[in-house]
Structure formats: structure tokens, C-alpha cells
């Protein structure tokens, strides 16, 4: 069974920096795409940036680039979210999922992890 943990979420004020991680067990990690994706209550979720299996290719939203950074350790089984320069509007209960194809997103991903808060106040 794959479960997707994910943590480093809490609150913070706008300009701030958080790093998520997600830690993955139950399937060879480093087969495998990740990606990071959040929602907002009455939203639908949305793709907020990917990696492949090895790390070499990413791709972001545009309301997150220049902004955030994805990046995977495979002997970790973990894959991480570095956000910069937060804003208000960052706020969302952040997921990671992992998917068997690249690019990733809620369409294809196979496993979901039960996510983490961010909030950022003004």
C-alpha cells in the first residue's frame, strides 16, 4: 500500500519561506513522478508543480514561478516543496501525489497524500 505523508505546513505572514516534504513509502520512489498540487475550501484542486523520476525535469504553475522550488531525494522517498515569498492567496491545504507518468496531475495521479495547511496572513 503507498502512503504519501506530508508535513511542514503552519502559519505565517506574507513574505515569509516554508518547506513542505513528503515522505513516500510502499513503492520504488524513484520510478515514479511526484508532484504538488493545493486547494482551497470551494475550489477545485490545482497543479502547483511536478518532478520526474529523476529529478532532472520540473514544471510550476505560473502563480507559483520564480517562487517555489520542487525537488526529490529518492533515497529518502521524499520529495520537497520550497516556497519563497509567500502570499495570501499561497493559501491552501497543500497534497503531494504520485503518479507512474510525467507530467503529473489530478487527473493521472495514482496516490494522494491527506495534505498540510498553509496559511498566510497580510
Known sequence: Q???VES??????AGGSLRLSCAASGRTFSRYAM???RQ???????FVADINWTGERTYYADSVKGRFTISRDNAKNTVYLQMNSLKPEDTAVYYCA??????IRTTNADYWGHGTQVTVSS
Open 98 to 103: 504520485t503518479g507512474r507518468f510525467y507530467p
Open 8 to 13: 511542514g505546513g503552519g502559519l505565517l505572514q
Open 40 to 46: 482551497v475550501p470551494g475550489k477545485e484542486r490545482e
Open 35 to 37: 508532484g504538488w498540487f
Open 2 to 4: 503507498v502512503q504519501l
